[in-house]
């Protein structure tokens, strides 16, 4: 069974930095693309980045492009998002996800999210 958890959330002022983590578990980490995610209550969750397998290939939704830098350890099955330049409209709780396989497009397992906060 699959396993997903963020960590790295918390309060921050705008202007400032975070650095998200998320370590997967029960799969073969290097056979799936990973992505991340954020959501705001009453609103669609909103793609913010995906890295394939070796992390030669990152995509970045449009208003994380240039601030957000995703990357990852294969040799410690995590994934991580640097999110530098952050502003209040970042406030979300932020997701993990694994791509069900390779140009699947859908992601079929999701961590339990972690809270990011930015104060203007």
């Known amino acids: 069974q699959a396993q997903l958890a963020e960590s790295g959330g918390g309060l921050v002022q705008a202007g400032g930095s975070l650095r998200l983590s998320c370590a997967a578990s029960g799969y073969f980490f290097t056979g799936h693309n990973m992505g991340w995610f954020r959501q705001v209550p009453g609103k669609e969750r909103e793609f913010v980045a995906s890295i394939n397998w070796n992390g030669r290939r990152i995509y970045y939704g449009d208003s994380v492009k240039g601030r957000f830098t995703a990357s990852r350890d294969n040799a410690k099955n995590t994934v991580y998002l640097q999110m530098n330049s952050l502003k209040p409209e970042d406030t979300a709780v932020y997701y993990c996800?694994?791509?069900?396989?390779?140009?699947?497009?859908?992601?079929?397992?999701w961590g339990q999210g972690t809270q990011v906060t930015v104060s203007s």
């Open positions: 996800a694994r791509e069900a396989g390779t140009g699947a497009g859908r992601y079929d397992y």
